[in-house]
């Protein structure tokens, strides 16, 4: 069944780490985003990609990174987590054929302690 | 700058009255302008957008340029309705989108 995954659904994690967020979509989609979002506030865009090889910073700037190696695999690393770090993060893939709507994982709720 | 707001954090009507989700954006160009849903337990969907001139479980959104406003419609509100609503608007390039607080519904039986 054609569908957006993310692992792992909840994370907490220490101080320093290196974390990687994994986000992949079985629909065949170019465009794949990463979008965070604090309590109450708006999810905000922080990574893009319009395909293999190509990816894109957000309006919000963020200390992640991001590769996309194969269209269906867009996963999003933190190599030294912090406490600021702390959101949730959204994963999404879009169709251009429907102005873009953007098909939404189910997020990843990370904590840094 | 591209921007949307929704005033409304929090949105209590009883089953059967209509309800109004206000959404004011901020774009210079010609706005592609979208709602989105999401349930409880559930993911963030796509509701509507406003170039399909749809309406979706009896809601419907008009576009206002003059009041730069995208507000969410429904003339007679359902339990089921309960939900967190996103007014989100699509920038420059096509490839960003500017999403809006969110306005969590209850409907009250």
């Known amino acids: 069944e054609a569908d957006i995954y993310q692992t792992p659904r909840y994370l907490v994690i220490g101080t320093g780490k290196k974390i990687t967020l994994e986000c992949s979509q079985t629909m065949g989609h170019d465009k794949m985003y990463w979008y965070q979002q604090d309590p109450g506030m708006e999810l905000h865009l922080i990574h893009y990609s319009y395909g293999v090889n190509s990816t894109e910073k957000g309006d919000l700037s963020s200390e992640s990174t991001v590769s996309r190696i194969r269209t269906e695999h867009f996963p999003l690393t933190l190599e030294s987590a912090r406490p600021s770090h702390t959101s949730q993060y959204l994963c999404a893939s879009s169709d251009p054929g429907t102005y873009d709507e953007q098909y939404f994982g189910p997020g990843t709720r990370l904590t840094v302690t | ?109």
């Open chain 2, 1 to 109: 700058a591209q921007r949307v707001t929704q005033p409304e954090k929090l949105l209590s009507v009883f089953k059967g009255a209509p309800v109004e989700l206000k959404c004011n954006y901020s774009y210079s160009g010609s706005p592609e302008l979208f709602w989105y849903v999401q349930y409880s337990r559930q993911r963030l969907q796509l509701l509507l957008r406003h170039i399909s001139r749809e309406s979706i479980k009896g809601f419907t959104a008009d576009l206002n340029k003059g009041e730069t406003s995208f507000h969410l419609k429904k003339p007679f509100a359902q339990e089921e309705d309960s939900a967190m609503y996103y007014c989100a608007l699509r920038g420059d390039t096509g490839n960003q989108f500017y999403f809006g607080t969110g306005t969590s519904l209850t409907v009250i039986p």
